[in-house]
């Protein structure tokens, strides 16, 4: 294609991974759970990438919702990196 610019792979993945993040994030938010229940999914979340899924304990849940309780953020900035996560990891397919 002359005078086009062709879209890469990468860019139509991008746009459709920040497309999936956003619908997953307004499900969420609308969905107006605990403060401390998002801390918990996203405490699950971060572990299951870093020692895989379930091979972590409700101790290690523990210590990590403390941390994301502790840093302090928005209610849809957890709600958004939930959504992150989640699409990234069942891209991965390593999310049910």
Same mark, same amino acid.
């Given at each position: 294609?002359?005078g086009?610019e062709?879209?890469?792979?990468?860019?139509?993945?991008n746009?459709?991974?920040k497309?999936q993040?956003?619908?997953?994030a307004? #499900?969420l +938010?609308?969905?107006n759970?605990?403060?401390?229940?998002l801390? $918990?999914t996203l405490s =699950?979340l971060?572990?299951? +990438? =870093?020692?895989?899924y379930? &091979?972590?304990?409700?101790h %290690? /849940? #523990? +210590?990590?919702k403390e941390? +994301?309780? &502790?840093a302090?953020l928005?209610? %849809?900035?957890?709600? $958004?990196?939930?959504?992150?996560?989640i /699409?990234?990891?069942r891209?991965q397919?390593?999310y049910p």
């Amino acid at each position: 294609m002359v005078g086009q610019e062709q879209v890469s792979f990468d860019k139509l993945d991008n746009k459709l991974m920040k497309a999936q993040v956003d619908v997953e994030a307004r #499900s969420l +938010i609308e969905k107006n759970l605990p403060f401390d229940v998002l801390c $918990w999914t996203l405490s =699950e979340l971060q572990l299951t +990438i =870093e020692k895989g899924y379930h &091979n972590y304990t409700d101790h %290690d /849940v #523990s +210590i990590m919702k403390e941390k +994301i309780f &502790n840093a302090e953020l928005e209610y %849809d900035e957890i709600c $958004w990196l939930i959504s992150y996560l989640i /699409v990234f990891l069942r891209m991965q397919h390593l999310y049910p």
